[in-house]
């Protein structure tokens, strides 16, 4: 059964940093592209970052220069690095792995952003 777990997502401060993990069982995650997502209240999903399967990281212009993704494949863990956070980063945040037909999600994690 594969399952994601992400965990550290919290209340933080404007300009503050959160860090996101996202821990897959089930499937060797080298294997796998890894996604984040996040969907505020109201809104689409949204795209944030993909890991790839070389380890590089696209994010969407929303984030870039302000979040940083890496993979762990040896600890099958995924990070969401979160700095500068401003009040619109505020959602639940997803990963989400994929290859081929395969696709699986977390449950998410509530980030707030707020003074």
């Known amino acids: 059964q594969v399952q994601l777990v992400e965990s550290g997502g919290g209340l933080v401060q404007p300009g503050g940093s959160l860090r996101l993990s996202c821990t897959v069982s089930?499937?060797?995650?080298?294997?796998?592209?890894l996604d984040w997502y996040r969907q505020a209240p109201g809104k689409q999903r949204e795209f944030i970052t993909s890991?790839?399967?070389?380890?590089?990281?696209n994010y969407a212009d929303s984030v870039k220069g302000r979040f940083t993704c890496s993979r762990d494949n040896a600890k099958n863990t995924v990070i969401l690095q979160m700095n500068s956070l401003k009040p619109e980063d505020a959602a639940v945040y997803y990963c989400?792995?994929?290859?081929?037909?395969?696709?699986?999600w977390g449950q998410g994690t509530q980030v707030t952003v707020s003074s």
């Open positions: 989400n792995v994929w290859r081929d037909t395969d696709n699986y």
């Open positions: 089930g499937i060797i995650l080298s294997n796998y592209v």
């Open positions: 890991a790839t399967l070389g380890g590089s990281c």
